[in-house]
């Protein structure tokens, strides 16, 4: 079965940039990469979105090398209001693809 | 506007009762879902409907029943509460079905305590 990996907890000084790094050893070969982010006591909400190579957009930039067997989320410059679990998803075959699986996020605390 | 909006948002209910979630989409959305997120934070897929169908039934007691009256609603109803059932359920809609490709909007949450 596709699924990822992550770090459980990763904490960060405010104004620095974080990476998060996913592995998805058993990607698909037409799979995208989907990072989420969840706030205390909020949905999660879709970040960014990626196939190969690098993806930015005005929150995030996502970083995926040629075998596509991890990935990276960067974070420029982390606020306090950064804080929140960032998951990465990948297909899952379990349900023929048409199911939305969550693994256990990463946690990222932002310090001041 | 609220784009996946559901209601209530807290429920506070005793052990053997019958409750309901509703959950309404204005996105025009084709596919929906609902997900539990208990006490450990991890947030597990129920169902998933695509144009009222039901397409994704997880490992769920029969006591939880999703209802899908149209495409832009769908509820869930949840028979004989235990105290294992409090936990946020999320309802969440999208396009298209998958992850690939597709982006899942999430509603804020009910808040379930069972007593």
């Known amino acids: 079965l596709a699924k990822t990996t992550q770090p459980i907890s990763m904490d960060s000084y405010e104004g620095q940039e974080v990476n998060i790094t996913c592995s998805h050893n058993?990607?698909?070969?037409?799979?995208?990469i989907t990072w989420y982010q969840q706030f205390p006591s909020q949905g999660p909400r879709f970040i960014i979105q990626?196939?190969?190579t690098k993806v930015t957009n005005e929150v995030a930039s996502l970083f995926i090398p040629a075998d596509r067997k991890s990935s990276t989320l960067s974070l420029p410059r982390v606020s306090l209001s950064d804080t929140a679990v960032y998951y990465c998803?990948?297909?899952?075959?379990?349900?023929?693809?048409?199911?939305?699986?969550f693994g256990t996020g990463t946690k990222l605390q932002v310090i001041p | 506007d609220t784009a996946v909006s559901q209601t209530p948002k807290y429920l506070v209910t005793q052990m053997g009762n019958d409750k309901s979630i509703k959950c309404e989409q204005n996105l025009g959305h084709d596919t929906m879902y609902w997900y539990k997120q208990d006490s450990k934070k991890f947030l597990k897929i129920m169902f998933s409907y695509n144009n009222k169908e039901l397409i994704i039934n997880e490992t769920v007691p029969n006591r939880f029943s999703p209802k899908s009256p149209d495409k832009a609603h769908l509820n869930l109803h949840i028979n004989s509460l235990e105290l294992g059932d409090s936990a946020v359920y999320f309802c969440a809609s999208s396009l298209l079905r998958g992850i690939s490709g597709n982006t899942i909007y999430f509603g804020e949450g009910s808040w379930l305590t069972v007593v």
């Open positions: 058993n990607i698909a070969t037409n799979d995208y």
């Open positions: 998803l990948v297909g899952d075959p379990s349900g023929g693809y048409q199911k939305v699986t």
């Open positions: 990626g196939y190969k």
